[in-house]
């Protein structure tokens, strides 16, 4: 006589999988395969082999989180943030908790990416793109033009999440920021205040190998000029005059190998006929590593020329 022994296989909460397992002594008879939930299928978030790919990558994963906020879709903007996530705006600084409140009042309509460039710096994705869209904040509303932003991301549990944002959409003229919404730990924003002034301060003593050095092969920057590559910050450091920086309220959050770096920064800057004015505005670097082997992989910058 035949004997058959049940068990049940259960995996974890985030793919829960029920299947029931028939073994018979005999060889003479095979079990059906058990059905595979759309879960246990589901593709893990992986990197792309080129850089068509991508370009790809960043414009769907760009796309599809404006239009969660154009829908409203306030749930779905939260989970693509990572705990640590730290987003700039002209208003200031915001974390993931206190963001909900400012991106649900924007109202976006319609909102259109173009011109996406994406790098890859080991387990980052940055992401630079022009976004047009209808926006107003206080009845008052923001730059109808398509405006830089920047973004970046790593793959966190198979999917991938924003560890930053930048944007430098903003009414005209710009007003003094805000302070940050969120406090922070305070040994962490020291951290990240002193890599950020040393950075910002090889800009102004023009220590143009020191500032080479902390620049990431790949590292992208949005700032009043639009969208820029690391050639395009060596070659403003020789050219730029600018004055002492002064970093204030900064907000340091780690995510992964990524120290996340905010702040209010006043440093007027002259570059060719272009004149930044010394006035305080929301500043963001994302720097990959620790120590003295930490590079910038990510800069953004809201100050407006004159």
């Known amino acids: 006589m035949n004997t058959n022994r049940i068990c049940k296989l259960f995996c974890s909460a985030s793919f829960i999988v029920s299947v029931l397992l028939c073994s018979p002594l005999t060889a003479q008879t095979t079990a059906p395969a058990a059905p595979t939930s759309a879960a246990a299928t589901a593709v893990a978030a992986s990197w792309p082999a080129d850089e068509a790919g991508l370009n790809a990558l960043a414009a769907k994963l760009i796309n599809g989180w404006f239009k969660q906020i154009a829908d409203k879709d306030m749930k779905g903007v939260m989970a693509a943030m990572q705990p640590a996530f730290q987003v700039i705006t002209f208003e200031g600084v915001f974390d993931p908790a206190t963001s909900m409140g400012y991106i649900s009042s924007l109202g976006t309509k319609a909102p259109k990416v173009s011109d996406v460039i994406a790098t890859r710096v080991g387990d980052a994705l940055i992401a630079t793109c022009l ?19 920047l973004g970046v991301w790593q793959i966190v549990d198979g999917a991938w999440k924003m560890a930053a944002w930048a944007s430098l959409s903003s009414p005209s003229p710009r007003p003094a920021p805000k302070a940050p919404a969120f406090a922070g730990d305070a040994a962490m924003n020291t951290q990240g205040a002193a890599l950020l002034t040393k950075l910002l301060m090889a800009q102004h003593k023009k220590d143009l190998p020191t500032f080479d050095a902390m620049l990431a092969t790949g590292m992208q920057v949005v700032n009043f000029k639009g969208q820029k590559v690391r050639d395009d910050m060596i070659k403003g450091a020789k050219m730029a005059t600018t004055e002492l920086p002064v970093i204030a309220d900064a907000r340091a959050t780690k995510c992964g190998d990524l120290l ?20 305080p505005a929301p500043f963001l670097a994302v720097f990959q590593g620790s120590g003295d082997a930490a590079k910038v992989i990510a800069l953004a910058n809201t100050n407006k020329e004159k």
Request: with cysteine; aromatic share 2%; hydrophobic share 40%.
């Open 131 to 149: 976004v047009k869209a209808d926006q107003e904040l206080d009845g008052k509303k923001l730059s109808s033009d398509a405006m830089p932003r």
């Open 260 to 279: 996340v770096v905010t702040c209010n920064l006043t440093m007027g800057q002259k570059v060719g006929w272009a004149t930044l004015p010394a006035n």
